[in-house]
């Protein structure tokens, strides 16, 4: 299983990125997905996550009204699109994959994500 994010660069405060998680080794529509960021010297946290399907979806409140996940299962690949962004964005961003039989599923929980991406960085300037 591999997960390719990409997308992530330098952009001024006020601006968007659109990030992307291109899925292989898997069998796409059965997982779920979701988006974390890492700042330097924190910890890990939840961004947004989307159920199998992409009609349920899941955010952060440091996320909620600028923020959008989005998944196009006929490409393997899920989105971040991310607008207004701030400087206490930057963070490297990586997403993640869990398999489950519940089509409505996702989670925040960062223990329950099986496969990761090797993370993309976004740098917000003020």
């Known amino acids: 299983v591999q997960l390719q994010a990409s997308g992530g660069g330098l952009v001024q405060a006020g601006g968007s990125l659109r990030l992307s998680c291109a899925a292989s080794g898997l069998t796409f529509t059965v997982y779920a997905l979701g988006w974390f960021r890492q700042a330097p010297e924190k910890e890990r946290e939840f961004v947004a996550a989307?159920?199998?399907?992409?009609?349920?979806?899941l955010y952060a409140d440091s996320a909620k009204g600028r923020f959008t996940i989005s998944r196009d299962n006929a490409k393997n690949t899920a989105y971040l699109q991310m607008n207004s962004l701030k400087p206490e964005d930057t963070a490297v961003y990586y997403c993640?994959?869990?398999?489950?039989?519940?089509?409505?599923?996702?989670?925040?929980?960062?223990?329950?994500?099986?496969?990761w991406g090797q993370g993309t960085l976004v740098t917000v300037s003020s």
């Open positions: 989307i159920s199998r399907g992409g009609g349920n979806t």
């Open positions: 993640a994959a869990v398999p489950n039989g519940n089509y409505y599923y996702r989670t925040p929980h960062i223990n329950e994500y099986d496969y």
